[in-house]
């Protein structure tokens, strides 16, 4: 039953805004082409400017995982267990994420003229295995909206008491709408609004949380000398220091490797202008942290038993997954919640409907289109990517339903994309010698070590007991994610190398490396112009010494 109609009615207003405005910008960008391509779809045109491209790269990663996400991580810091803000990485993490892409990557990536972040791939490694790749590239994007549909689900629960299922559900279906009749176009543009919703939203209700009555002195942190806390700051002690720094490290790296990221890339207007993009959009993100880590600071300061909340729990405390709507609800006026529930519904439609489309991109272009009908039209490949959006939007919504942890989703959708996908994104830019039997090689190792460590979160036990291993929570707290990124690494350059040299000295026939992508995706005719055993003339993209890397 809902509790609170005006803050109902407050939502769907701006979603019915939201939609207005993505399905004009979407349209308006289509309408001026005599017949949409899938450029004009999935990049807008390559026509992102400097103002809209702050907005939307910043978007990048500030979304409801971000904001609830943050501020939990702060607030954990009642349990006494270390949280607080030195924990909260995310913002450090994907800020320098995003000024390291546009060091290294966001140039040559744009001066290429690719599509998505998996065009490299396919053009040195053949379709297949850039098929093969986007498999964690996706589960990355879908375990990212799911978060993010769970953090908006979470706060207008409390806030309004709508059942979380239902506000998932619409909030999916309104960004889905939009994104399905508009592409990137019309996230790029409501990701402007979006943004300015969400500073504004919480930055508005900040100063009347803070003077709350049941809220003590946010600035003063009691220190205990038996260090079981030392206030929402929080602290590092004995083994979880490794955990801290495989975490730190996975958000840096395993940032890098998103579509989400390299859409906004390949759509800006010049390679320059990407690369600058990509250093303002890791200033934005690291400023828009600072309001949610205040409002998990003011939940942390908080006496709870002296709020109307009937749910604290029998040590004082509330959930911490629940900060940033009780705070809103139960420690501002009815006016400034409903103001900050439209900024946390802001937060999770501006990186709901960007992984949504990044998503279904990359299964169109790289999946459908090369593997499974290389004849197909722009127009096939565009619908084809509105019906992957739906699915994928669907199984995201399960997942944000049925999983409870915010900050866990937050972090472990970097995780695989970490250690598969950024030791080869490395590979194949910056790798002369990368070939697709060290691709494949070091993908399953990579993919074996980090699937023998287990997960907590996700209750697989682990069969490799790292230094520090904890076995009643079934954590890890040795850097395993790092170590299994850098042991596939090192196995995929290895095995290129010495399968470069050995069909250089002709000890292995250059046949092997074009059939070992016969058996994934070469055609007749390629088999059959292969009887001399020469790789060079067959297809291009399979050549091993075609060096479309980029020199460091």
């Given amino acids: 039953m809902v509790e ?32 949409a391509s899938t450029s004009d779809t999935m990049l807008a045109g390559r026509n992102i400017g400097m103002f809209v491209g702050i907005f939307t790269m910043t978007a990048t990663w500030v979304g409801g995982g971000y904001i609830n996400g943050t501020a939990e991580a702060v607030y954990n810091s009642v349990s006494g267990t270390g949280a607080g803000l030195i924990w909260a990485q995310a913002p450090v993490g994907f800020s320098i994420s995003l000024i390291l892409g546009g060091i290294f990557f966001a140039k040559p990536m744009r001066e290429a003229g690719y599509t998505t972040m998996i065009d490299p791939f396919q053009k040195k490694l053949g379709d297949w295995m850039g098929a093969v790749l986007v498999l964690p590239a996706l589960s990355g994007e879908i375990f990212w909206s799911a978060s993010i549909l769970s953090a908006l689900g979470s706060t207008l629960s409390v806030i309004i008491g709508l059942e979380m299922w239902i506000s998932v559900i619409i909030s999916a279906c309104v960004a889905l709408l939009y994104v399905v009749i508009g592409g990137l176009a019309s996230v790029v543009y409501t ?11 919480l930055i508005t209700a900040i100063p009347f949380a803070m003077n709350h009555e049941a809220v003590g002195d946010v600035f003063s942190v009691p220190v205990n000398s038996t260090s079981e806390t030392i206030g929402w700051l929080g602290y590092l002690e004995g083994r979880s220091w490794g955990l801290f720094v495989d975490d730190y490290l996975l958000l840096m790296f395993g940032g890098l490797p998103w579509q989400v990221y390299f859409q906004r890339v390949l759509a800006s207007r010049t390679p320059d202008g990407a690369r600058v993009l990509s250093f303002l959009g890791g200033i934005g993100c690291l400023l828009m942290a600072i ?18 909340y009937s749910g604290v729990l029998d040590d004082g405390t509330v959930r911490p997954n629940l900060i940033v709507p009780l705070v809103l609800q139960y420690l501002t006026p009815p006016a400034v919640a409903i103001i900050g529930l439209g900024a946390v519904s802001a937060a999770v439609m501006s990186s709901a409907d960007s992984s949504m489309l990044s998503s279904s991109t990359m299964f169109a272009q790289n999946v459908y289109k090369p593997v499974f009908r290389p004849q197909a039209s722009d127009r096939e490949v565009i619908w084809v990517m509105r019906l992957a959006a739906v699915v994928f939007c669907c199984i995201a919504a399960v997942l944000a339903i049925t999983i409870q942890t915010v900050y866990g989703l937050f972090v472990m959708c970097g995780d695989f994309v970490y250690v598969l996908l950024f030791p080869q994104l490395v590979s194949v830019m910056f790798v002369p010698w990368f070939n697709t039997f060290g691709s494949l090689t070091g993908f399953l190792v990579s993919l074996a070590v980090r699937l023998l460590g287990g997960e907590a979160l996700l209750n697989w036990k682990a069969v490799v007991a790292f230094p520090w291993y904890d076995s009643e929570t079934n954590r890890q707290y040795f850097p395993y994610k790092t170590l299994c990124m850098l042991i596939g690494l090192f196995v995929m350059l290895i095995v290129s190398y010495v399968t470069n040299r050995l069909m250089e000295s002709g000890r292995l026939n250059r046949k092997w490396l074009h059939r070992i992508n016969n058996r994934l995706y070469a055609t007749a005719a390629e088999e059959k112009e292969d009887g001399d055993g020469k790789l060079g003339e067959i297809n291009e993209g399979m050549d091993y010494t075609s060096d479309t890397s980029t020199k460091l």
């Fill in 291 to 308: 309001p949610p880590v205040m409002i998990g600071a003011i939940g942390y300061s908080t006496d709870w038993n002296q709020t109307a």
């Fill in 4 to 35: 609170n109609v005006w803050g109902l009615v407050a939502v769907l207003v701006f979603y019915v805004v939201m939609l207005v405005i993505g399905i004009v910008a979407g349209r308006k960008e289509l309408s001026n082409k005599a017949k």
């Fill in 191 to 201: 990701d402007v609004i979006q943004l300015l919703c969400i500073a504004a939203g």
